[in-house]
């Protein structure tokens, strides 16, 4: 740990981190633990409770959200009033017809009202201040923070957002840009995701592997049950699980996938119930889904494209085997043996799955070595410590 912030309480010893992720506020409150969230929030998530948990540091979520309060001590939640969206005024003035330079005055009242409001954010912040951000933040938020001389993190979440997945006049990559532009520093999950950096914007990254709190497996009886966990997005291919479903009649499907693209959750649901085998469950509480990891025999990946799966991590903790239908997730499934990839074909992705309903012996042995791969690999406090050094490093240099 860095001994900057691991004694005295001094206000020159203080460090205060800032997270400005809307999606994963629900963790840290009573009422919200439903919310939508994926592997980039769970990160957070994770780095959040254990900043705050180290002497000399305080952790602010930042949310428009009102009401909303923190359950776990060293973390408080701030409210920030939304600003007007210039686009949305300004397209209802001109639907009225109303006069072009009516329209032109209030575009630029607008533009001002909301640089004052930025301006005034963050005008009370105190000490040594960084704002961690990941996936896509509200750029007027992290301006703000930057405006006022608190250093800027971004932690790339997957690597489509550095590998030129996306095409430059997508909106993904025009806020995924407008982010790496504002930030100080960008943190990636891996070398193959350093090097697309490099070679697209470059731009030096740091490389921290994503944290995990570890403890003994949960033990408990198997049934013979397939778990697929993701939020229901194109970029997840869910559809690819109920085909899986399809394929595999005499298994159980636990379908877990909050709705964030409502009609693709809607056409999953549809389809989900013409299959007996098949139970969606639109969302579930921290504090139970480890259940459905230690009870399945098998956990499942279909996504397009990911960084580093928090599934796999949570399969890993389970001692649950974790099969890919088309990514390796750097080499980890094949080259270290903790799971399988079935390159793309479906009928290897059923041949793979299948082999750990099938067999008690194949499912125990690879999801030993995947336990004891993981907590070697994923550890919340060497993730901490290393984004801590971080941090040290871009308040010196001022």
């Not at 000490?127 to 608190?150: K, N, Q, Y």
């Not at 809607?266 to 119930?273: G, S």
């Not at 997730?329 to 043996?337: C, F, M, R, W």
């Not at 499912?363 to 801590?388: C, F, H, L, P």
Request: charged share 25%; net charge negative.
């Amino acid at each position: 740990m860095n001994e900057k912030y691991s004694k005295g309480s001094s206000q020159e010893r203080i460090l205060t981190v800032y997270f400005a992720l809307e999606r994963f506020i629900g963790l840290f409150c009573e009422s919200g633990t439903k919310w939508n969230y994926g592997g980039a929030e769970m990160q957070m998530y994770y780095l959040a409770r254990s900043f705050a948990a180290l002497p000399g540091v305080q952790v602010v979520l930042l949310t428009s959200k009102p009401d909303l309060t923190s359950i776990y001590p060293g973390i408080s939640i701030r409210q920030i009033k939304k600003y007007p969206r210039t686009g949305n005024i300004i397209g209802r003035l001109r639907q009225k017809h109303v006069p072009g330079p009516i329209v032109w005055l209030a575009e630029k009242y607008i533009e001002r009202s909301n640089m004052r409001r930025r301006h005034n954010l963050f005008e009370e912040h105190t000490g040594r201040s960084v704002m961690l951000i990941s996936s896509f933040e509200r750029t007027d938020v992290v301006r703000a923070a930057s405006l006022h001389g608190i250093k800027v993190v971004y932690r790339v979440s997957g690597d489509s957002l550095v590998d030129g997945t996306y095409a430059p006049e997508v909106i993904t990559r025009i806020r995924t840009d407008q982010l790496f532009d504002l930030s100080d520093a960008v943190v990636v999950q891996s070398e193959y995701q350093q090097r697309a950096f490099q070679e697209n914007y470059n731009r030096d990254a740091t490389i921290i592997a994503s944290g995990f709190s570890w403890s003994d497996p949960l033990q408990g009886p198997r049934k013979k049950q397939v778990l697929w966990v993701g939020r229901c997005v194109a970029i997840k291919r869910p559809w690819l699980l109920l085909a899986l479903a399809h394929r595999l009649p005499q298994a159980d499907f636990a379908f877990i996938a909050p709705p964030p693209d409502d009609e693709l959750f809607l056409e999953m649901e549809r389809e989900a119930c013409k299959l007996d085998n098949v139970t969606l469950i639109p969302g579930v509480a921290r504090s139970e889904i480890t259940r459905y990891y230690a009870e399945s025999a098998v956990v499942v990946n279909t996504s397009f494209s990911e960084g580093m799966p928090n599934t796999l991590i949570e399969a890993c903790a389970a001692e649950t085997p974790y099969v890919s239908y088309s990514l390796d997730i750097g080499g980890l499934l094949g080259e270290e043996g903790i799971g399988d990839c079935a390159q793309g074909d479906m009928e290897r992705f059923v041949e793979l799955v299948d082999q750990y309903l099938d067999s008690d012996e194949r499912r125990a042995e690879v999801g030993k070595k995947a336990y004891e791969y993981a907590r070697r690999t994923w550890n919340i406090q060497t993730a901490t410590d290393s984004y801590i050094e971080l941090f040290s490093e871009l308040l010196r240099a001022g």
